[in-house]
């Protein structure tokens, strides 16, 4: 373990082994650095947050402060226990923000593992980032959004409280999110839509079959005609790939719309 001179961490931190802290970095009472977590310089670990093995938190980052949210005073007041979850082998590169969570949510705001957050990126109270995520530059969650495995968003992208991105997902940069993106699509736009699927990232994770059973997904329930929840309905009960019943399970569970291509008109 190495602590700078002029760090500062607070009694009741739990540091795990090889943990470094360095100078002018902060480090709660109620925070868990576990194995190996590299704290850079200025860098500011806040409230009930825990960091897992093998992360590294850039300067002047600033992970669990509390939350934009007007009514966040109130129920700290109560006691309701917040604070953020990363998992291992992330990392969090300059000024980026991660804040709690609230009682709107189960208290926490989490991050799976091996997320890799690019400078300036915000993520609101209450998200839920899975595993393998790419944000880049400036990328802005809003609260209690929802993003799946190995889901990559683009620089300067925003995204609306309570919307949910799929598993393997790319959000172009410099969209702009409102409603909820299937599983395996790409979508861009300002506001952004569905535009195809996301080839390039499917093609990495899985082999030419599962691709391939995933293009006809994509044909019949974006472009045979029909309303999207009827073709997944149907598509639902004939599949087998596993990866085809996520995309349909998650539109028959949307709520808030699935932005499709544009009129030509």
């Known amino acids: 373990m190495k602590i700078g001179k002029f760090a500062v961490i607070e009694d009741g931190a739990v540091l795990g082994e090889g943990c470094v802290v360095e100078d ?13 977590v590299w704290v850079k310089q200025g860098a500011r670990i806040l409230g009930h947050t825990h960091i ?5 938190i850039y300067s002047y980052a ?14 700290a007041r109560e006691g309701f226990l917040t604070g953020v979850k990363i998992g291992k082998n992330a ?15 189960d ?30 530059n400036n990328a802005t969650l809003a609260g209690h959004v929802e993003v799946g495995d190995f889901a990559v968003i683009g620089g300067m992208t925003p995204v609306h409280q309570h919307v949910r991105i ?18 395996f699509c790409l979508a861009e736009g300002n506001r952004a839509y569905i535009r195809s699927l996301n080839l390039v990232g499917i093609r990495r994770r899985f ?53 499709t291509a544009p009129s030509k008109e």
């Open 52 to 56: 897992g093995d093998g992360s590294t």
């Open 107 to 136: 208290g926490f705001t989490r991050l799976g593992d091996n997320a890799f957050v690019m400078a300036y990126v915000h993520v609101a109270h209450d998200c839920q980032i899975g595993n393998n995520i790419i944000f880049a």
């Open 207 to 259: 082999d030419k079959e599962t691709v391939e059973e995933l293009v006809k997904a994509y044909r019949l329930l974006f472009r045979s005609g029909g309303g999207l929840k009827e073709n997944a309905a149907a598509l639902l009960e004939k599949t087998s790939v596993e990866q085809v019943k996520k995309m349909c399970e998650f539109i028959l569970t949307n709520s808030r719309g699935i932005p």
């Open 62 to 75: 600033i992970i669990g402060d509390i939350p934009q949210d007007i009514s966040y005073i109130s129920e």
């Open 166 to 183: 799929g598993e393997s997902c790319m959000i172009a940069g410099a969209s702009a999110l409102a409603q909820d993106i299937v599983p």
């Open 24 to 36: 002018y970095a902060f480090v709660s009472k109620d925070a868990v650095l576990g194995s190996g």
């Open 91 to 105: 990392t969090i590169r300059e000024f980026c923000t991660i804040n709690s969570g609230t009682h709107k949510g």
